[in-house]
Each structure stands twice: as C-alpha cells, then as structure tokens.
C-alpha cells in the first residue's frame, strides 16, 4: 500500500504537467494576433474614350483605332515599385448606308483584337500624383471590310493584317482617393507583320513594318482592387 501511495505521488506531477501543456498552448493560440501585409496593389482600369466610341450609335471612320486598350490591369509590388501590366481591345462594328443620290449601297465590317503585356514601374511624384515608366510587348488580329453595291456592280475590299511587336511607354494617374484615379499614357511601339488584302477577286499580302506613336489622349477610370 505504501509503495502504491508513493508511485502515486509520484506519477501525479507528472499527470498534472501533461494537462497544463494543452492549456498552455490553447492560451498562447488565443493571444497571437495574425497580422497580413498587404505586399502588391491591383489596379483595374476601363479607357473612358474607348468605351464612349463603341457605346455610339454609328462611328463614321470605322477603322481599328491605335489605342484600342479598353481594359487594364497592373499589379505593383508596395516594396519594390515594380509592377506587371496588360491590357485588352476588343473591336466590332458593322455600318451600313444607302445614298439616295446615286443608289448606292455602302457597308463596313471591322473585327479587331489587341493585347499588350509587360513590366511597370512607378513612382510617386506627390500625394495624388503617380507616375510610371515601363515596357510592353504588343500583338493584334485586324479584320475590316467594305462593300460598294449599286444594284449590277459590286466592289468589295477585306484586309486582314496580324501584327507584333514592342516598345517603352509612360504612365500619369491622380489619385481621387485612395480607390479611385484617372490616369493616362503615352507609348511608342514598333510593330511588324504582314497584311492580306483581297480585292474583288484579287489577293496581296504586303509585309508591315511600322514605327507608332500614341499621344497621351486616353482617359483611364482605375479602381484598386
């Protein structure tokens, strides 16, 4: 009985340190407070100009335009500055028009898609001002067509032109809020690819190599995400 009374004595500390181990634990989990950083920004924008053009009734030029980027996105990293970007165009127009003088039948068809993707780095200039210098590589599929019909003759043109290419550009956006901006750019891409045309029926292709230049015209509504 003695030896019995002692074996318990001694196994009861041991048993009363296991229990306390868990409450321990339980005690410290409750007292951690998890903290996230947030370590990137994500910006989401729609070019104003573009979204006004497609949403009018009739666009007389019908042509693809050479910023076409309708929707954005960059993501910045708060440490660092840099950032990635890319942006999407979609185009569709399909026009038609009588003329009463000659009786003439005039339609137009433009299919256009475009992509850009590159690196972004930005600066703030002061509270509301933020700057960004950066590189894109761009791609596009144009499509566009025209038919003439004056009732025993018809004249028709399709150009279909597949482009790529790259270049620097720079970005300007206020800062509303700490939500809201209105930024624009500007960009100079060097593009090549090749053009095909069929006249009637009669088909070309011509290689395109070309130099542009896009003025900081286009206005961006952004919200961070």
Known sequence: MNNYCSFLKRLLPVVLLSLSVPTASAQDDDDVR?????????????????????LTISDPT????????????????????????AGLGIQARNTSARSNVFGTDTSSKVFAIQLRAGMIWSRKLSAKLVAGLGFDVIGSYVEQESKNFNGSFSDELKTKTKTGGLGPVATIRYQFSNRIS?????????????????VSF??????????????????????RL
Do not use: C, M
């Open 34 to 54: 998890v903290v996230i950083k947030v370590k990137h920004d994500h910006f989401f924008g729609v070019q104003l100009n573009e979204l006004f053009r497609q």
């Open 62 to 85: 019908s042509v693809a335009k050479q910023n076409p980027y309708l929707f954005t996105y960059t993501e910045s990293s708060r440490k660092s500055s840099r950032g990635f970007r």
């Open 182 to 198: 209105l930024g624009t750019e500007t960009s100079f891409y060097y593009e090549s690819g090749e053009q095909k045309n069929e």
């Open 202 to 223: 009669f088909d070309s292709k011509n290689k395109i190599s070309q130099a542009t230049f896009n003025l900081p015209i286009a206005i961006y509504f952004i919200i």
